[in-house]
């Protein structure tokens, strides 16, 4: 009797995550890729044996960190657009409900945790070292979390009217 071929445990968040890093790694000078980019490495990757139908969703929702979670808190993709996706770096603004969320994937298979160092030691160290030197930019997210749900305008109007 023939073995059995086990396929990876693996959530489909970390597939996600492998694919987009993949994708920066093999594509250095790319800032994001689109959704269906991210999709169609995953599935070209074939980590599960088969693309799963969570992978879309989690590429374009369960796993960016800058949009209200739904349901679940995962910061391990940063939207820079309508449909086009890069990773989660370190002091990226993300939804106050997705504090805590997961960054990184805690279980890979063997033949990815590579990546991990990749990611921690190239492409996270991308956005340090650019505000690393500039007091000003280091600043950047600072209290984001005093304006969440105040309308710009009426906090303007709200200030300035006791202005004469």
């Known amino acids: 009797m023939a073995a059995v071929r086990e396929r990876p445990t693996i959530k489909v968040a970390d597939e996600v995550w492998i694919a987009t890093a993949l994708l920066h790694k093999e594509n250095p000078k790319r800032e994001d890729f689109t959704v269906a980019e991210i999709v169609e490495r995953a599935r070209s990757e074939n980590i599960s044996g088969e693309l799963r139908s969570g992978v879309q969703v989690h590429a374009y929702l369960h796993c960016v960190a800058n949009r209200p979670p739904n349901p679940g808190r995962y910061r391990i993709l940063y939207a820079t657009g309508k449909n086009t996706r890069r990773l989660f770096r370190e ?22 945790r590579p990546l991990l160092d990749w990611y921690r030691e190239k492409y996270a160290r991308q956005a340090k070292m650019a505000t690393h030197g500039d007091p000003i930019l280091g600043l950047r997210g600072l209290g984001k979390e005093i304006w969440v749900g105040e309308d710009p305008d009426e906090y303007v109007n709200r200030v300035r009217g006791g202005w004469e």
């Open 91 to 112: 002091g990226d603004d993300y939804d106050p409900h997705r504090r805590g969320g997961k960054i990184i994937p805690e279980n890979l298979p063997a033949k990815y």
